[in-house]
């Protein structure tokens, strides 16, 4: 397949990846982008992504003046979709727009191949993260997915429940949605506590400011705001909610069924 026409920041270059020694050099940069200690497990085995390149998945690599700075892997699903299973940019290329270039190649190249989405999972806890993926991209959140890949070690994950929100993105652009810092009744506060929101039309749901430090500084102030999210967040979409939106101080915004 033809490499593909994307609009990327000047000196971001996206490229699919190919050839065992590419592969080893994305598996070093994502074990570095995670923090990866001797006997962590690593953010993705080589074996698995060089299985995923060989046989019609995704490998994409981001290079920023020619240097390998981000990589990012995903393999076909059932429903037509490309599911992108992990995705790491170096910490001296983040905020050049490395990140959303990959999201746009993995979209395009999903266009290309004929699918219909692209779907990952993330961390609700990892506010950025929620930021960057509901607001900036306009994924949709499909579920919360209590424990989802069961405890993790691997530098980033503290080896406890691995809690994640799935989204897709489709295809066709879809704007993102706008969002409002002070619309619907908290469901889980700034402090982390849950309150009952008593059917109300639209609810807030907060997120902690830097959960990655907390987990390190305060495990169980961490597990605490973990709870909180299943319970507020993941129990308001069991309740027929859905994610409307996310604001840049750190709120999810949930609407009841079709509202907006």
């Known amino acids: 397949m033809a490499e593909l026409l994307i609009s990327a920041p000047a000196g971001v270059t996206i490229r699919s990846l190919r050839g065992t020694g590419a592969l080893q050099r994305a598996d070093r940069l994502l074990r570095e982008v995670w923090g990866t200690r001797r006997g962590d497990d ?22 920023l003046d020619e240097e390998l700075v981000g990589v990012a892997a995903g393999f076909r699903t059932a429903d037509g979709s490309l599911h992108s299973h992990v995705a790491g940019v170096a910490a001296k290329a983040r905020g050049r727009g490395v990140g959303r ?43 919360y997915l209590p424990d989802f890949y069961g405890p993790m070690s691997d530098g980033i994950n503290d080896g406890g429940p691995s809690d994640r929100l799935f989204v897709t993105w489709p295809i066709e652009e879809a704007a993102p949605p706008p969002v409002s810092e002070r619309d619907g009744v908290v469901v889980v506060d700034e402090t982390g506590a849950v309150w009952d929101a008593e059917g109300a039309p639209l609810l807030r749901c907060a997120t902690p400011v830097d959960v990655e430090s907390l987990r390190a500084a305060d495990p169980a102030a961490a597990g605490r705001w973990r709870a909180a999210l299943e319970s507020g967040l993941g129990g308001a979409l069991e309740r027929g909610y859905r994610v409307a939106g996310f604001t840049r101080s750190g709120w999810y915004l949930l609407a009841r069924g079709g509202a907006a």
């Open 42 to 63: 690593p953010p993705i085995p080589l074996d698995l992504m060089c299985a995923f390149a060989h046989t019609g998945g995704y490998v994409g690599g981001a290079f």
């Open 101 to 143: 270039a990959l999201k746009e190649h993995q979209r395009a190249w999903a266009a290309g191949n004929g699918l219909v989405a692209v779907s990952w999972t993330f961390d609700p806890l990892v506010r950025r993260n929620a930021f960057f993926n509901l607001t900036r991209l306009g994924a949709r959140v499909g579920a």
